[in-house]
């Protein structure tokens, strides 16, 4: 079985400073490692994975990603926080099961909270 | 950019009503998905869909659970009898998951807006 793990129920942070969202995670076989984010009252947008490659992801509005194997974790980052970057934010992992398995197991998601 | 989308984006019914939830996945992709998340809770999977039949299912996704692709674009999500406990926001999601593109694209879901369901 799969499984995420978000150690933090919320992150405060303030604008400017570097912020780190927590995940880590357990799967069969390598891992498919995504963030999502949420804004109020709206829908899961994507915003980086990694599947194989270069250990450091980067995404969408200036956010990365570094998977860590040995750790099983890959943790949210970026360098300079914005007050509209505040929203909740979902890890998700999935095997490379083979054909079939795409299902995505969610973490209970994050809020973080950019303070002006 | 393609988007999935999803009507309507709110619903309420009675309990033991049937009710219909669509979703309109991005024109190109092959593999559709439900997920639903409970007020508070973390995203769930219910069921995935491919070549016009269900491919897994979690076992949230009983019975009263079916879902369709009835022409070339919609997706839908019925529930039969509606409980209290299926309040929850309905996520559908596609990929592509085909050849000819980098594995990279094929490997992401595209979420839908939600529709928010209340039972009451």
């Known amino acids: 079985a799969q499984s995420v793990a978000q150690p933090e129920d919320q992150v405060n942070v303030a604008e400017g400073n570097p912020l780190t969202v927590k995940c880590t995670y357990s799967?069969?076989?390598?891992?498919?490692l995504f963030w999502y984010v949420q804004y109020p009252n709206r829908g899961l947008q994507f915003l980086l994975k990694y599947i194989t490659g270069d250990n450091l992801v980067k995404g969408s509005y200036g956010f990365e990603a570094e998977f860590n194997k040995s750790q099983t974790s890959f943790h949210l980052k970026k360098p300079s926080a914005l007050v509209s970057d505040s929203a909740l934010y979902f890890c998700a992992v999935r095997g490379d099961s083979g054909a079939g398995s795409y299902q995505l197991t969610f973490g209970k998601g994050t809020k973080l909270s950019v303070i002006p | 950019e393609p988007e999935v989308t999803q009507t309507p984006s709110h619903q309420v019914t009675q309990m033991g009503q049937e009710v219909i939830l669509r979703c309109v996945p991005i024109s190109n992709h092959l593999y559709f998905y439900w997920y639903r998340q409970i007020l508070g809770q973390k995203v769930e999977f219910l069921v995935s869909f491919y070549n016009n039949e269900i491919s897994e299912k979690s076992e949230i996704f009983d019975d009263q659970f079916s879902v369709e692709r009835p022409d070339g674009s919609n997706f839908t999500l019925k529930i039969r009898s509606t409980k209290l406990e299926d309040s929850a926001m309905y996520f559908c999601?596609?990929?592509?998951?085909?050849?000819?593109?980098?594995?990279?694209?094929?490997?992401?879901?595209?979420f839908g807006p939600g529709t928010r369901l209340l039972v009451l």
């Open positions: 799967v069969s076989g390598n891992p498919y």
């Open positions: 999601a596609s990929t592509w998951t085909g050849t000819g593109t980098s594995r990279s694209r094929r490997e992401t879901q595209y």
